[in-house]
């Protein structure tokens, strides 16, 4: 599996604030996905921390000034502006935004900011009143003005004592806007609806009927959708993953709830992938009371769900709407069989099929290898793949199945070229 960064070159650009010490482990986390981090602070960041605790960290010099020429042939701010593909601007202190906003190349920061035409996210840290100041917010407004990706600060406990925006945001959403920068956005205009984990039915207060799911693929499927462009809704049983940044989550918990939210959202989604191990049957019923071992009945009276596929499957009959829809089966043996028969039956365009016989794939694990089988009978077996891979392999299927897919790419491109 090749590391997601492999083969980037992403240029760290660090301006004085206390938040520097956070970035240090940023630069970690992107050479763990493979990237080469080049370093530039300004003067003032050399104040909060020393060049050589990034130069040790990342095995790669450290530039703060405009004018340390090693090699009479290499002009640092260009050389470095051309090595970069993406810049990533963290701290970027209210100094720092006013230079670029108004074009002020008077140090190497913004200097090479300025040489560069790779994809420029800036992530802003300063004391909340400095923040909201019309300066700053005017500052801002030029540089996303400019097409820089602005990273909006969070909110709480600031080094100085006051509470309001101004920190760092998580590392999980900046990572994915680095990610996000660096690939095609080949699903931007578009709304997929993503359904993951298992559901649970409850039996009382205290039980409940449920599966192994963990919703893992799900939300490998609603990440991989947001990095290449798409808004996402996430429609999540009970999982213990984070939500995906940038990604509208909603948690439910049971299949009539998850029903809910899928025909809430099923009509403005161009594609709807239910990834989710819906409960197919749930106690007939449940009681308010927590059940006395004594009450307990031998057997368990159940009572079918509603089949959430096979309600959109009839629903797009009609309407047209979700565009692509798309099942997921965990199958034990006749794959293929199984898969056509619920392609067919659900009035699905795709299945992936997943053969749940083995521990790397299916429930619980990091890989997984499916069966792709599509409504015009192309049948294409993956290899085993980490889950955000499998899952941009689906998103790819996804794409050529829509029908409107040359217009919808016409359209887009107008667009662009019109910007
Ligand atoms: N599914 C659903 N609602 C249900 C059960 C399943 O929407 N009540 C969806 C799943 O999210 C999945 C697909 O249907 O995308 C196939 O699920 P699976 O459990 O493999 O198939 P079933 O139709 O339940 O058939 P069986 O259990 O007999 O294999």
Not at 161 to 171: A, D, I, M, S
Not at 231 to 245: D, E, K, M, N
Request: charged share 20%; glycine share 6%; hydrophobic share 45%.
């Amino acid at each position: 599996m090749q590391p997601l960064l492999a083969n980037k070159t992403i240029l760290l650009g660090v301006s004085g604030s206390i938040a520097v010490y956070k970035t240090v482990d940023w630069a970690r986390a992107l050479m763990r996905d493979g990237a080469v981090v080049r370093t530039i602070m300004t003067e003032a960041a050399t104040r909060f921390m020393a060049p050589l605790t990034f130069a040790a960290l990342t095995g790669q010099p450290v530039n703060t000034d405009m004018f340390q020429q090693a090699d009479a042939h290499q002009i640092p701010h260009i050389s470095l502006a051309r090595q970069a593909d993406c810049i990533l601007l963290a701290p970027a202190t209210a100094t720092t935004l006013a230079r670029l906003a108004h074009g002020l190349a008077d140090n190497l920061l913004s200097a090479v900011v300025m040489a560069a035409t790779a994809p420029v996210i800036i992530c802003p840290a300063m004391n909340t009143k400095m923040l909201q100041h019309p300066a700053t917010q005017a500052n801002l407004t030029t540089l996303r003005r400019f097409g820089y990706l602005i990273i909006e600060p969070e909110s709480g406990r600031m080094a100085c004592g006051e509470e309001g925006p101004g920190r760092l945001p998580e590392w999980d959403q900046v990572r994915e806007t680095v990610l996000a920068t660096l690939r095609p956005q080949d699903l931007a205009g578009r709304t997929v609806l993503v359904s993951a984990g298992p559901t649970r039915e409850h039996l009382d207060p205290a039980r409940f009927l449920s599966n192994r799911s963990t919703g893992k693929m799900g939300y490998a499927l609603a990440r991989t959708a947001r990095r290449r462009g798409a808004r996402v809704i996430l429609v999540s049983g009970p999982t213990h993953l984070a939500p995906p940044p940038m990604v509208e989550t909603m948690r439910v918990e049971t299949a009539a709830e998850m029903e809910l939210a899928i025909l809430a959202h099923g009509k403005e989604a161009d594609a709807l992938v239910m990834a989710a191990a819906v409960a197919d049957h749930r106690p007939a019923s449940p009681t308010k009371a927590k059940l006395k071992k004594q009450a307990m009945p031998p057997t368990l009276p159940l009572a079918a769900t509603s089949d959430i596929l096979r309600t959109m499957g009839e629903q797009k009959k009609k309407s047209g709407r979700p565009a692509v829809l798309v099942g997921f089966a965990a199958e034990s043996s006749n794959l293929t069989t199984e898969g056509q028969r619920k392609l067919r039956d659900k009035n699905l365009d795709l299945i992936a099929v997943n053969d749940i016989g083995h521990p790397d794939r299916g429930f619980a694990a990091d890989t997984n290898q499916v069966l792709l089988l599509d409504r015009f009978g192309t049948s294409r077996q993956l290899p085993l793949l980490g889950k955000e891979e499998t899952a941009d392999h689906v998103w790819d299927t996804i794409i050529a199945l829509f029908p409107d897919r040359d217009q919808g790419l016409r359209a887009r491109s107008k667009k662009a070229n019109k910007k």
